[in-house]
């Protein structure tokens, strides 16, 4: 398979710069603290209802982190989907689908590009089985999904922790060793 398509790129070194707490992460600081408001802002939208999540009609699993990649994320969704589907549940994944080119809505398959698709949705297509389906807004991705899978039965949402949009039943929060990262 080939090498992610985010890999080495601008966010990866201000994750590592981040990640250190050197001059440079202390330069950062003022960015961080402006999106940890903006971030804020937008919960709170949804929280006092000004913003309506929406709910695909079946029942939706977000895996996600609170650090910025690497935690974890796609190795949880692939596990809870092999558990869904052991216990006689139909499930199907949505994502972004980071580091694509493409803006549409559109399936994963197993011999999709990464650049169409995103190498994280690729891996799930061909690791799980099941549909996978890609899109900015991840309620697009969950109606075009069941449009073309209706017996789908519930869907694990990979990295959408951060998406209040999409409502969801239940949240999973992966931490890996780097605990919440620098600590700020």
Known sequence: ????????????????????????????????????????????????????????????????????????????????????????????????GYGRSTQDVRQATPDARPQEVGDEPLLMARASGVPVFVARQRIDAARALLAAYPDTDILVCDDGLQHHALARDLEVCVFNSDGVGNGW
Do not use: E, F
Request: glycine share 12%; net charge positive; proline share 8%.
């Open 1 to 96: 398979m080939p090498a992610p398509a985010h890999q080495g790129t601008r966010s990866d070194r201000l994750r590592a710069i981040w990640r250190h707490r050197g001059l440079a992460a202390w330069a950062l600081r003022p960015l961080a603290s402006l999106y940890g408001v903006l971030s804020g802002l937008q919960r709170a939208l949804y929280a006092w209802g000004l913003r309506r999540p929406q709910h695909p009609g079946v029942p939706v699993v977000v895996i996600g982190n609170v650090i910025a990649g690497g935690a974890g994320k796609t190795p949880v969704t692939l596990a809870t989907v092999a558990h869904l589907q052991a216990r006689g549940r139909r499930p199907g994944i949505i994502s972004r």
